[in-house]
């Protein structure tokens, strides 16, 4: 049985209704600490939960005899430059209670990290797995921290610990919240709602970057795959990379009357200059055969696809 906290997120009820597909619709429990959305409610069962709560935590994962962790919940790079102590109590304090969980109920646990948990002094073209890694961010921080936090305790107390560097992520009928890479998901948006579209980052900002289905494909075979084949714990996985000068001209393709203009977000764009521009993600390759389906222009079709036949979508966070 599985537990995904921070499920309201860009990514929580897309993993669910993977997940259930795969192991029933009640095997699969999505948790946040809002109220979902009635298509939620409706699509499975949704229970509450604050990860900061240690006590409430530990009676979920007990009374719903969870055996797969999947840790969801975090502040994002920009909003967590904003809030650093909600950062720090959500991202590092809410970690620490999810890692003793874990343990204590002998738990597998799925941790994302991301390329935010590199900096400008990680080498950056491309990126690999093992490198220098000094983020500048609390969110960058608090992931490094994850990563280590997650592999010690692997080793020392056995811990079925699973960790995917994540690049920024693209989906449709979801919406990020708070991130750098999120100008990308806000352009499809705009692009079709209303044709014009303010970039918060230079049109020359290199990021590695995945559509949504390609992103929680590789979170279940990592889940899956057996423990032998994973020579590490944390991998970085990869898709793509753009600049948003890129992402325009492919958009154009398809709708050639988007008007973009600049108004550099300086916080955003100082984050986007220290995160990898290509992320080598060669040993998921190799080890458990990880493997893209969507490039770029692959994304862009099923994205205009998507969000110009849903109005649900064309709503900015
Ligand atoms: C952010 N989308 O921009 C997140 C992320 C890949 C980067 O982790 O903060």
Redesign the pocket.
């Known amino acids: 049985k599985v537990l995904i906290t921070g499920g309201l997120g860009q990514l929580g009820v897309g993993l669910a209704k993977l997940l259930r597909m795969r192991f029933g619709k009640y095997n699969v429990i999505l948790s946040d600490i809002r109220k979902p959305p009635n298509h939620v409610y409706q699509s499975g069962p949704f229970i509450y939960s604050d990860i900061l709560d240690y006590k409430n935590l530990r009676e979920i994962v007990v009374n719903n005899r969870i055996t797969w962790l999947i840790h969801y919940s975090a502040l994002?790079?920009?909003v967590g430059e904003a809030n650093v102590s909600l950062a720090r109590d959500v991202n590092i304090t809410g970690l620490h209670n999810v890692l003793d969980i874990a343990v204590e109920h002998g738990l597998r646990l799925f941790i994302p990290s991301?390329?935010?948990a590199f900096g400008s002094s990680s080498p950056r073209n491309p990126t690999p797995d093992l490198c220098i890694q000094r983020p500048r961010t609390i969110?960058g921080v608090s992931k490094v921290h994850a990563e280590l936090m997650g592999e010690y305790y692997h080793h020392r107390f056995g811990l079925d610990f699973r960790c995917l560097r994540?690049?920024?992520?693209i989906s449709a009928d979801s919406q990020?919240g708070g991130?750098?890479?999120?100008y990308a998901v806000q352009m499809f948006h705009d692009a079709v709602k209303t044709s014009t579209f303010v970039c918060n980052l230079r049109p020359d900002t290199r990021l590695p970057m995945m559509f949504i289905e390609d992103c929680l494909r590789a979170t279940l075979e990592v889940l899956e795959a057996p423990a032998e084949i994973l020579s590490m714990r944390t991998y970085n996985i990869s898709a793509m990379s753009f600049t948003p000068e890129e992402l325009i001209r492919e958009i154009r393709r398809h709708l050639p009357d988007l008007q973009v203009t600049y108004k550099i977000d300086p916080v955003r764009q100082a984050i986007a200059d220290s995160w990898p521009m290509i992320l080598d993600d060669a040993s998921a390759r190799s080890d458990w055969g990880w493997k893209h389906d969507y490039g770029l222009p692959e994304l862009v079709q099923t994205m205009l696809n998507f969000t110009g036949s849903d109005s649900r979508m064309s709503q900015a966070n």
Not at 166 to 169: F, V
């Open positions: 994002l790079s920009a991301t390329i935010g969110y994540y690049p920024g992520i990020p991130g750098t890479t999120d």
